[in-house]
């Protein structure tokens, strides 16, 4: 019995280190400028015709690196409000990519039958691990950012 | 819930922020709570009703509705 507590216990607490983790406050400009400056990088090079595969992969990365490093910065004062925003702001990306997924094929097949009617072929963007993964953290950031401001 | 949060404040003449650092939260919180916005933990609003010396039933209770 004490043993399965024991257990139980040990199971909560690794489960509390993990959902309470966050990085420092100082962190979040620094995520902030690595996220746009690697966006505006990716921008620019991708319209490079010589631009290697492993330089727009590695700005991705740390596009996404950087966007995760604001997502789980603490903020100024973390209390219990906090914790409730984030578990909402969580809920909202989680539908906001759930609707992204679905639509967005849909919209880019529809777009490109409209702007080359001639030369479609019924195109379905597979969407990749970047997109999903930047347009959950995006719509993370704002969802919390947006329920700060209301509940201020 | 409706509170008195507000009036309980007003007549301890304690400042949102000042509440708010003895209780170890935000303003931010405060203020949503007084607004009821929000509804505190059982935890916090027991430190509330500690740090106004009123007790929970004066500072918080339920609608009708609820």
Known sequence: MTSEKSCAEKEYQTIERWTKFKLPNKVKPFGWIIAISCFVAFLWLAKVANTSFLVLYTL?????????????AREKVEDEMKDVLRGKAMLFAFVCVIFFIIVTPYITTLISAVVNP?????????????NMLSCTLLMYILGLETMKRLYR | MINTLK??????????DELATVIGVSRQTINSIEKNRYVPSTVLA?????????????LFSLEITD
């Open chain 2, 46 to 58: 027991l430190k509330l009703s500690r740090t106004l010396e009123v007790s929970v039933h004066e």
């Open chain 2, 7 to 16: 009036v309980q404040r007003a007549i301890k003449n304690i400042t949102q």
């Open chain 1, 60 to 72: 991705k990365t740390l596009g996404v690196i950087g966007l995760a490093m604001v997502a789980v």
């Open chain 1, 118 to 130: 001639n030369d479609f072929e019924g195109v379905a963007i597979e969407l990749s691990h970047f």
